[in-house]
């Protein structure tokens, strides 16, 4: 229940939705409860589907444009996230059969053209990042 409302999901999370069945306008969901909060959660409720379901969308196809060209690796997520929303377009992104790169900047180190133009070279930019990070390297 939330926000005095519940949903029932007529489909599984993950499933890819047909040109036949978003012709047909099939519904994904059947929301229930007081119509004042139904109005009230209904905007912000589709906004969050809507970003989900995009970006699970795009990961899809990236996953099916590497499988047909032969690709039998991973395909990662590694753009920046809406401020707010990293956790849901993370797991949207693991829906849509993409893998994440890292949850946030502390999870792992990225060396850049910026990076190692500011130290004159690519073995230099690791040495550094080796001594920032410490144990973990």
């Not at 999870?107 to 073995?123: K, P, R, W």
Request: proline share 3%; hydrophobic share 45%.
């Amino acid at each position: 229940e939330y926000c005095g409302c519940t949903v029932e999901w007529l489909q599984p999370e993950g499933h890819v939705i047909s040109a036949e069945e978003a012709a047909a306008k099939k519904p994904i969901a059947k929301v229930a409860g007081p119509a004042r909060c139904i109005l009230r959660a209904e905007r912000t409720a589709l906004n969050i589907l809507s970003l989900a379901s995009g970006v699970a969308t795009a990961a899809h196809a990236a996953m099916e444009m590497a499988r047909a060209r032969g690709w039998h690796g991973k395909v990662a997520g590694t753009r920046k996230t809406t401020p707010g929303f990293e956790l849901v377009e993370k797991y949207a992104l693991l829906v849509g059969g993409g893998a994440m790169h890292r949850m946030d900047l502390s999870a792992m180190v990225i060396l850049n053209d910026n990076h190692i133009c500011s130290t004159g070279s690519i073995m230099q930019s690791v040495a550094k990042a080796r001594v920032a990070c410490g144990f973990a390297t």
